[in-house]
């Protein structure tokens, strides 16, 4: 291990969150190569910037200790990657990785004694740009962020925490779902194929997984550290686009709250609630249904509740669903179009943004015909829904076949899955008249397509939760 060369005194107060913030910007624009000392060993594996950080930066001695990195500060140090998008724009490469879940040792500990909440409340962020292949000591240091968390998201992940650590307390570790949760989910480390863990009240083997800020979560930061045209801050976001206030989540879930302003509803036609809550249905725009449920649910504080807030940071979609009296749903779901170097250039399922899409939680808004072809729907039912195991191992098998096509440069409907072929989920267009074409890794680009779920499918999901209602 190389030895740390320690100052006479150290350029930054160890006492001090704001000192340490400051000091962290000496970084940005630079890289580890520019501090580093003769005969520093760089470290190698996941992990390994941030202790080279540590090491070289702030002249702290990597250690085991539970306790946050700056103790005395009562601050963590947290360096997560960034990916280079379109133009100078960046992206969040992946999840923000907090602490390890011992499943045994979990379950003792209340959400204000966990490993998490007392390590990760206040995080120093350093977003740096992913390089392929580049010696850790030659990535460069984009922004800093001091991040305290909100009360607001705070109250929702001491509730993620609760349903992680009561899946446990079943015996169900080996069945936990990043969907299963708003805010913090326990995702997956390791490999497929790596030993199984202990887990109490079960003797089935559960996969490694890390409590873990989602993807959605950390996108918010990024773009508000963005819109701050800084490349270090500390104040914490105001956000307009609030569903719910941090005094009603004293009170009730996010769930609740939500699936609450639905119950006067119930049972109504979709005309009678669209003037209830002023929606102009006059123009039968195509999104008329999504427009009610938005109404419902966003009391007029927010256009699309896919962009509230709350939404963004859990990775929540809602999606309205119509049901025709015979049980049929004639649509299939459609989500975002396939970004054909992301696929290609992700090594792990588990990193892809599809996984993160189909493995997040839904809420599901059921407008069902009461009779045949005369189209008057009514509110029929609301839920959250998280895709079960066994359908994300089938869109694993999905997503490698895309990857297949795309690298053998076979992007053409005539190699995707198709929903005839009644595998859950089909590639093809959103539009049939794209004219412009999406990059593609041989730089000669290709027609958009897009990720659906099969209409069966869709049906499927809203029967199984009929019958358990």
């Not at 946050?68 to 999840?95: N, V």
């Not at 009678?272 to 809550?277: D, F, M, P, Q, V």
């Not at 119509?322 to 975002?336: K, P």
């Not at 993160?356 to 839920?383: P, T």
Request: proline residues 3%; glycine residues 6%.
């Amino acid at each position: 291990m190389s030895k740390i060369q320690l100052p006479l005194i150290l350029p930054y107060d160890r006492t001090s969150a704001k000192s340490i913030f400051e000091y962290s910007k000496g970084l940005l624009g630079n890289t580890l190569r520019d501090f580093v000392w003769e005969g520093y060993v760089p470290k190698k594996g996941k992990g390994a910037l941030g202790q080279m950080v540590e090491n070289i930066y702030f002249f702290l001695e990597t250690n085991s200790n539970p306790a946050s990195d700056f103790s005395e500060a009562g601050m963590e140090l947290k360096c997560t990657p960034l990916k280079q998008g379109k133009g100078s724009d960046y992206l969040i490469k992946e999840r923000l990785s907090c602490n390890m879940i011992n499943y045994c040792e979990v379950i003792e500990e209340d959400f204000d004694h966990s490993h998490f909440f007392l390590k990760c409340q206040l995080m120093l962020l350093l977003f740096y740009l992913h390089q392929k292949d580049c010696n850790n000591l030659d990535l460069e240091f984009i922004f800093s962020v001091l991040w305290k968390l909100p009360e607001k998201d705070l109250l929702i992940i001491r509730h993620d925490y609760e349903i992680i650590i009561d899946k446990i307390k079943q015996g169900k570790a080996h069945e936990l779902s990043e969907g299963d949760t708003m805010y913090l989910g326990a995702c997956r480390k390791g490999q497929k194929g790596d030993s199984l863990m202990e887990q109490p009240y079960s003797q089935e083997g559960a996969p490694r997984r890390a409590f873990s800020l989602k993807m959605a979560y950390m996108r918010t930061v990024l773009e508000y550290v963005v819109k701050s045209g800084k490349k270090a801050v500390t104040n914490l976001p105001h956000v307009e686009s609030e569903l719910v206030t941090s005094k009603a989540l004293h009170q009730h879930s996010f769930d609740d709250i939500i699936l609450s302003r639905f119950k006067p509803f119930m049972g109504k036609r979709y005309e009678t609630i669209a003037k209830k809550k002023n929606v102009d249905i006059s123009r039968a725009p195509k999104n008329l249904f999504a427009m009610i449920a938005n109404a419902i649910v966003a009391s007029e504080k927010c256009s699309n509740v896919n962009r509230s807030e709350e939404f963004l940071k859990a990775g929540l979609t809602m999606k309205t669903i119509r049901v025709q009296a015979n049980g049929i749903i004639e649509q299939a779901m459609s989500f975002e179009n396939i970004d054909y170097i992301e696929v290609a250039e992700c090594e792990n399922w588990f990193d892809s943004r599809l996984y993160e899409l189909y493995s997040s939680r839904f809420m599901f808004v059921i407008f069902r015909e009461q009779n045949a072809g005369k189209g008057d729907f009514v509110l029929d039912d609301v839920f959250f829904w998280t895709m079960p195991q066994t359908d994300l191992e089938c869109a694993e098998e999905y997503w490698n076949h895309i990857k297949e096509n795309i690298l053998a440069g076979h992007i053409s409907e005539e190699y995707w899955w198709k929903g005839s072929d009644r595998k859950k989920f089909h590639v093809r267009p959103k539009a049939q008249k794209a004219k412009d074409l999406a990059p593609t890794p041989d730089g000669k680009g290709a027609k958009k397509y897009c990720y659906w779920f099969n209409n069966d499918y869709v049906r499927e999901i809203v029967d199984k939760h009929q019958k358990v209602k």
